[in-house]
Nanobody
Framework: QVQLVESGGGFVQAGGSLRLSCAYS????????MAWFRQTLGKQREWVAD???????NYEDSVKGRFIISRDNAKNTVYLQMNSLTPEDTAVYYC?????????WGHGTQVTVSS
């Protein structure tokens, strides 16, 4: 079992920044895959960014150049630095882990960006 706990969400004005954290614990393998997803009311959950255990990253087009995903394996934490936020980034953000085929989700953290 793997537990994921997100933090760092909140309310910010357009153009501002937030940093989300995802602390993971449990029986997690070293070669895991971590990602951030987001979901707004009435829409499907969408992938935002991911990072492999070795550090390689990928980003959804709308967040490229604005968001940075990173991880600190010593602290068992994954981060999502979000800059130049827009109201379209408003969503519940979820941390995701694929642990050698087993999938886990956090409970989410709300990010609200006002115009």
């Amino acid at each position: 079992q793997v537990q994921l706990v997100e933090s760092g969400g909140g309310f910010v004005q357009a153009g501002g920044s937030l940093r989300l954290s995802c602390a993971y614990s449990g029986s997690i393998f070293s070669n895991n895959y971590m990602a951030w997803f987001r979901q707004t009311l009435g829409k499907q959950r969408e992938w935002v960014a991911d990072i492999a255990s070795g550090g390689s990253t990928n980003y959804e087009d709308s967040v490229k150049g604005r968001f940075i995903i990173s991880r600190d394996n010593a602290k068992n934490t994954v981060y999502l630095q979000m800059n130049s936020l827009t109201p379209e980034d408003t969503a519940v953000y979820y941390c995701y882990c694929n642990n050698r085929g087993d999938e886990y989700w956090g409970h989410g953290t709300q990010v609200t960006v006002s115009s």
